[in-house]
């Protein structure tokens, strides 16, 4: 993989040094570059990597160039950027400069989404499966999800949105998105802007097993109903409060261990990135 990359930026006139580094030091890396004042960072690998230098990255004048490389690339799917390598590198060399939103939990930053209840639970019994047996990371997915379903718990949360509006409430999950997410078919999952400068909040409504069960194979399909989520309009900041000291967050795709409450908030133009030059519609 590393000399098909130094080609490709070869072949594409971007001249460079290439690094192969583990994932818990990119952001370590990544703020290195920028404070060194390298004008472009190209980082490869899935969303959890993109999004752990993003956070080295926001609010410096460093741009990004993202290469997918992961198993999970929804940031680079949603600006657009090919899934090829050779692609993906000309979108580097011929692209335009573009300024993105980020979210943000507790100083903690992230690209994509963060949720609390059902989805970390099955992100930390996936990890486990693959650890142990060995599992691919779709089939450990499919198995943790049942599993979680199977034996959910639903959580007391205290909202405060904006700063104003609280409201207390029991849910199997709390989903925050960084920019507003589709659940409707064609385009469930995917994100139309990521400069819009607000974060996408919803949260699933109480239901019993049976009904958690439908209610998450309708999100899987793009057929949710009103009844299954609570959409939160025009949210910029958002603050969860629990009896627990500590909440498990899935963010981007990583579970993490988070001091309560939890502010959430959005950055507006924080991140630059190169992507192609027109703006993709949603896919």
Request: net charge positive; glycine share 12%; proline share 4%.
């Given at each position: 993989m590393r000399d098909e990359l130094a080609a490709a930026?070869?072949?594409?006139?971007?001249?460079?040094?290439?690094?192969?580094v583990d994932g818990g030091d990119i952001a370590e890396r990544v703020a290195r570059a920028a404070k060194a004042g390298e004008p472009l960072v190209i980082?490869?690998?899935?969303?959890?990597s993109i999004s752990a230098a993003a956070g080295a990255l926001a609010g410096t004048e460093t741009v990004l160039g993202l290469l997918p490389l992961g198993t999970l690339n929804h940031l680079s799917r949603d600006?657009?950027?090919?899934?090829?390598?050779d692609q993906a590198v000309a979108v580097i060399a011929t692209g335009q400069q573009r300024r993105i939103d980020v979210a943000e939990v507790n100083g903690r930053v992230f690209v994509n989404n963060a949720a609390i209840g059902l989805?970390?639970?099955?992100?930390?019994?996936?990890?486990?499966?693959?650890?142990?047996?060995?599992?691919?990371?779709?089939?450990?997915?499919?198995v943790a999800g049942l599993r979680t379903l199977i034996r959910f718990r639903h959580q007391r949360l205290s909202l405060?949105?904006?700063?104003?509006?609280?409201?207390?409430l029991d849910t199997p999950l709390l989903f925050v998105g960084n920019n507003d997410y589709s659940l409707e078919l064609p385009n469930a999952g995917t994100r139309a802007a990521l400069d819009d400068g607000r974060l996408c909040v919803?949260?699933?409504?109480?239901?019993?097993?049976?009904?958690?069960?439908?209610?998450?194979?309708?999100?899987?399909?793009g057929r949710v109903r009103n009844d299954d989520m609570i959409r939160l309009d025009d949210v910029t900041r958002l603050r969860v409060a629990s009896r627990r000291t500590h909440l498990t967050l899935a963010?981007?795709?990583?579970?993490?261990?988070?001091?309560?409450?939890?502010?959430?908030?959005?950055?507006?133009?924080?991140?630059?990135?190169?992507a192609p030059g027109d703006k993709p519609a949603a896919a």
């Open positions: 930026l070869d072949a594409n006139g971007i001249s460079g040094k290439v690094e192969l980082v490869g690998g899935g969303d959890g600006l657009g950027i090919p899934a090829k390598l989805y970390p639970l099955m992100v930390l019994d996936r990890e486990a499966q693959q650890h142990r047996l060995g599992r691919s990371k779709r089939l450990a997915m499919v405060t949105v904006n700063e104003q509006e609280q409201a207390t919803m949260v699933m409504r109480k239901k019993g097993r049976a009904g958690l069960i439908a209610a998450t194979l309708r999100v899987l399909v963010i981007d795709g990583e579970t993490q261990q988070v001091a309560t409450p939890l502010d959430f908030r959005i950055r507006p133009g924080a991140l630059t990135v190169i």
